[in-house]
């Protein structure tokens, strides 16, 4: 997968300008980048940006389907569901690169059933 695009200062223009976590210890934002379907590990792979470096995030096809109404593991039904998804997808994504000093990190379905990050 090639998400490394999203670096350099082109990068900075196309992110959000505010923290996508504001109690943050870090900035965290996300690219605007289209996300990118693997098929191979059933999974949604988009580009957050941590203090202006790139790291590549995933969501699982099973926590879009759970959580965000993918009807199938489909590339289309799964980038759909991202779409309709994303604002909460961004923000419990910023939570775990928050508590995990800004390492990759990859969603899964148990991970939105977690206290804290159910919608209210």
Do not use: W
């Amino acid at each position: 997968m090639r998400i490394a695009h999203v670096a350099g200062p082109a990068a900075a223009l196309r992110c959000a300008s505010r923290p996508a976590y504001e109690d943050s210890t870090m900035h965290i934002t996300f690219a605007d980048e289209a996300p990118v379907f693997d098929g191979d590990e059933l999974a949604i792979h988009f580009a957050a940006l941590i203090d202006g470096e790139p790291v590549v995030c995933s969501i699982s096809a099973e926590a879009l389907e759970d959580h965000f109404g993918a009807k199938s593991p489909r590339e289309d039904d799964l980038l759909d569901a991202f779409a309709r998804g994303s604002a909460r997808i961004r923000a419990v994504c910023a939570e775990v690169l928050d508590d995990n000093g800004g390492q990759p990190a990859v969603l899964r379905s148990g991970l939105f059933r977690v206290a804290g990050l159910e919608p209210e």
